[in-house]
């Protein structure tokens, strides 16, 4: 069975910094992309980072390009979000999902997501 | 990056049918065959329901189905049942190997 657990969401001040993990199990990780996928509350989804199987690969949204990184550790079957400089407007869940096939945004597994509130 | 444009709601009645648009550009929607459609019920995950304009991953029922024509992406439900009731997005490949959804629209069962 598929799974996906996020961890590390607390709450920080602006200018702050968290680490997100998702750990996975239940299919060769190495194999597939892994993307983050974030839901201020109320509001709709947003795709913010994805990252090949290799992690050879990253890509990342312009509202958080420079400021996140995404990585991975197939040694330990988990990928990592870096966020750093935080603001309040990114506040919000953030999911791990992993990709089913090659190209689109076709996310076939989801975690229960974490949540990151950013407020002074 | 701009949302894709879906409408806010749409409802109908049990056993209808009803058909979601997605509108993008020729940078997103348009230009690839590379859209997926995630349904949301309130404090869950999303769930994949529709991937590549019109495929469904094993498990999901037959009464959805994806389409698109030009910049527009679809879907629609038929035989529409209460579990239907949810949020439902849209999402496409955009150039540059990123991702974009869509604005999100809540389907009521009447």
């Known amino acids: 069975e598929v799974q996906l657990l996020e961890s590390g969401g607390d709450s920080v001040q602006p200018g702050g910094s968290l680490r997100l993990s998702c750990a996975a199990s239940?299919?060769?990780?190495?194999?597939?992309?892994m993307n983050w996928v974030r839901q201020a509350p109320g509001k709709g989804l947003e795709w913010i980072s994805g990252?090949?199987?290799?992690?050879?690969?990253?890509y990342y949204a312009d509202s958080v390009k420079g400021r996140f990184t995404i990585s991975r550790d197939s040694s330990k079957n988990t990928l990592y979000l870096q966020m750093n400089s935080l603001r309040a407007d990114d506040t919000a869940l953030y999911y791990c999902?992993?990709?089913?096939?090659?190209?689109?945004?076709?996310?076939?597994?989801w975690g229960q997501g974490a949540l990151v509130t950013v407020s002074s | 990056q701009s949302a894709l444009t879906q409408p806010a709601s749409v409802s109908g009645s049990p056993g209808q049918s009803i058909t979601i648009s997605c509108t993008g550009t020729?940078?997103?929607?348009?230009?690839?065959?590379?859209v997926s459609w995630y349904q949301q019920h309130p404090g869950k995950a999303p769930k994949l329901m529709i991937y590549?304009?019109?495929y469904r991953p094993s498990g999901v029922s037959d009464r959805f189905s994806g389409s698109k024509s030009g910049n527009t992406a679809s879907l629609t439900i038929s035989g529409l049942q209460a579990e239907d009731e949810a949020d439902y997005y849209c999402?496409?490949?955009?150039?540059?190997?990123?991702?974009?959804f869509g604005t999100g629209t809540m389907v009521t069962v009447l």
């Open positions: 999902a992993k990709r089913l096939a090659e190209g689109g945004p076709n996310f076939d597994y």
């Open positions: 239940g299919f060769a990780f190495s194999n597939y992309a």
């Open positions: 990252i090949s199987g290799s992690g050879g690969s990253t």
């Open positions: 020729s940078v997103d929607v348009g230009g690839y065959n590379d």
């Open positions: 590549d304009v019109s």
């Open positions: 999402s496409s490949l955009r150039s540059s190997s990123t991702y974009v």
